[in-house]
């Protein structure tokens, strides 16, 4: 297998391969400009993020004081005297209800973490997706110069 010489030196002339090949031009403002967009949207995605944890636990904590004053509620309303069938239809009727808001708690919870999860995606979603169109359109003005 032969090596081409083609340089005067006698070695292979690099210069005159990259010459034929049409590299875009770099432009280091809109690097930059890009850049400054990406953080902006990190920090936007950041701050939905932190409201979104800070609405959570605001919300479990309003819970939390709600179910102890349920449960001391429910104590009373079962330590009072009754006949023993009506103290197990008061204790099942009971149950239902804990069980019942407990589960929409839960979906509330749910609700909110993944409102909160949706925002912070869509924030991201867009500034990749402006990336992208940022990128198409240079490359469309790289072609038109060309």
Same mark, same amino acid.
């Given at each position: 297998?032969a =090596?081409? =010489?083609?340089?005067? @030196?006698? !070695?292979?002339d690099?210069?005159?391969?990259?010459? *034929?090949l049409?590299l875009?031009?770099f #432009?280091?403002?809109?690097?930059? *400009?890009?850049?400054r967009k990406?953080?902006?949207?990190?920090t936007?995605? @950041?701050?939905?993020?932190? *409201?979104?944890a800070r609405?959570?636990?605001q919300?479990q904590?309003e819970i939390v004081q709600q #179910? !102890?004053?349920?449960?001391?509620?429910l104590l009373?309303?079962?330590?009072?005297?009754?006949?023993?069938?009506?103290?197990v239809?008061?204790t099942?009727?009971a #149950?239902k209800r804990?069980f019942?808001? @407990?589960?929409?708690?839960m979906?509330?919870l @749910?609700e909110?973490g993944?409102k909160?999860?949706?925002?912070?995606f869509s =924030?991201?979603?867009r500034? =990749?997706?402006?990336?992208?169109?940022?990128?198409?359109?240079?490359?469309?003005?790289q072609a038109v110069?060309d």
């Open positions: 297998m =090596v081409k =010489v083609s340089g005067k @030196n006698g !070695f292979f690099y210069s005159k391969t990259y010459r *034929d049409q875009p031009i #432009a280091p403002q809109l690097v930059a *400009d890009a850049q990406n953080i902006e949207a990190l936007q995605a @950041n701050q939905l993020a932190l *409201d979104g609405l959570f636990a919300r904590s #179910a !102890f004053a349920q449960a001391s509620a009373r309303d079962l330590l009072q005297p009754s006949e023993p069938e009506e103290r239809a008061r099942a009727e #149950a804990v019942d808001q @407990n589960m929409a708690t979906c509330e @749910n909110l993944a909160a999860s949706a925002d912070v =924030v991201m979603a500034r =990749v997706s402006e990336g992208f169109d940022e990128m198409r359109l240079f490359a469309k003005k110069t």
